[in-house]
């Protein structure tokens, strides 16, 4: 059980260069997340989906688009990077939603540096 | 709006006690606790739900006051490995089903 990966784990971006960060989780769960984490700022949602097909956007998605084709799998897209969005980005999973008092898996993160 | 974690860092000796409050200008649904080592992903450690119960974990507990809007976890006997930073994640009735993170709490144990 590898539980939540993420790749790659670091890369460096030029101003306006496209990317897409790939989450893979096999606990079939059905949520979700991807978060930016910045120093001193806690944990952001930037997009979420509950479930094969779906996604919704959280607190900060601009500039941030997602798909989630397979229950396994979230893609988190950056079509044009910015500075602003040199980060920490993490995926997480869960297996029901908040009401459902699931705990959130997390996967070991992705480092972006945009230049 | 974020709540509020303190204290925002704590260093403790081996062996000594820390709390760690996460306060709410909201009411709230559940409050969920996380561990992060540096470099590290966050650790699930345990979710509060609304009813004002009490949860332990090994030597990690935690309360949850609706009426103060608060959360505060509990680590007794701190151990080495217990340091790191502490977020608090809360969840609302116009959190849209989101949870909304505090800053961190960071702490560090020496021995």
């Known amino acids: 059980n590898a539980g939540v990966t993420q790749t790659p784990k670091f890369r460096v971006l030029k101003t306006g260069q496209s990317m897409t960060l790939l989450c893979a989780q096999d606990m079939n769960h059905e949520y979700m997340y991807w978060y930016r984490q910045d120093p001193g700022m806690g944990l952001r949602l930037i997009h979420y989906?509950?479930?094969?097909?779906?996604?919704a956007k959280g607190e900060v998605p601009d500039g941030y688009n997602v798909s989630r084709l397979k229950k396994q799998n979230f893609l988190l897209g950056l079509e044009s990077a910015a500075p602003s969005q040199t980060s920490v980005y993490f995926c997480?999973?869960?297996?029901?939603?908040?009401?459902?008092?699931?705990?959130?898996?997390f996967g070991p993160g992705t480092r972006l540096l945009v230049l | 709006q974020q709540p509020v974690q303190s204290p925002q860092a704590v260093i403790l000796r081996e062996g000594e006690d820390a709390v760690i409050n996460c306060s709410s200008s909201?009411?709230?649904?559940?409050v969920h606790w996380y561990r992060q080592k540096h470099g590290e992903a966050p650790v699930f450690l345990m979710i509060?739900?609304?009813g004002g119960e009490q949860k332990g974990h090994e030597k990690i507990s935690a309360s949850f006051n609706e009426k103060k809007q608060q959360s505060s976890l509990y680590l007794t006997a701190s151990q080495l490995s217990y340091s790191g930073t502490y977020f608090c994640?809360?969840?609302?009735?116009?959190?849209?089903?989101?949870?909304?993170w505090g800053a961190g709490t960071k702490l560090i144990i020496k021995p």
């Open positions: 994640g809360t969840e609302s009735a116009d959190s849209n089903y989101q949870l909304i």
């Open positions: 909201k009411a709230l649904y559940s």
């Open positions: 997480a999973s869960s297996y029901l939603g908040l009401a459902g008092g699931s705990p959130q898996y």
């Open positions: 509060l739900l609304k």
């Open positions: 989906s509950v479930g094969e097909g779906t996604t």
